[in-house]
């Protein structure tokens, strides 16, 4: 969800282009694990596809093609109208005081900094690991909070799968604060608010 409002793809932010993600992904032994040619192949051997690839695109079916419409999909797979967002468009009680406060927190401690955007996050490279550990830090796209509610598990490693869990330990490890039980719920609340609706 969301991947197009992105420019950077992959954790480390290795590929720049939404079609270039998609090719990626394709040829990835970790995803579809196939090639141009097998892809076009299983395309080709559809007929409606024919139909709707000729519908679409002068020369029909190619991988070009095929990438392309994988590109245009992830475009429409948008979950964006959240209570968040209508807050930010003027309608004040489309989330509690509570989450008001989150959302002051988030800025207050420095979350904003690294999860900005209209994404939340996706957008940027930043160091990751643990500021009070020997482990080597490295550069890491941020993940976008969008629906983080609802994509546990958590962090590069899935670690973690309670989210209250999640925002003291990255306070603490990145932003080297640590939050109350107090202000912890209430960027829980804050985060809650990010719960998109499902794409038509």
Sequence with gaps: LNSALNFLF????????LKDQV????????ELNSNKDEIVKKVKSIGEYGILFNDAYSDGINYENIVGALA????????IDSPFDEYLAGND?????EAKKGFELFNKVGCVACHNGRNLGGNLMQNVGLKDASESRRLMRVPSLRNVARTAPYLSSGEMSDLKEVIGFVSYHQLIHTLSSEELGQIYKFL???????PR
Excluded at 10 to 17: E, L, Q, Y
Excluded at 23 to 30: H, L, V, W
Excluded at 72 to 79: M, P, Q, R, V
Excluded at 93 to 97: C, Q, T, V
């Design 10 to 17: 992959f954790t480390d932010g290795r590929v720049r282009s």
């Design 23 to 30: 090719k990626e992904s394709i040829n990835s032994r970790n």
């Design 72 to 79: 245009e999909f992830e475009k429409a797979i948008l979950s």
């Design 93 to 97: 009680d489309s989330i509690n005081a």
């Design 192 to 198: 809650l608010t990010l719960n998109g609706r499902r």
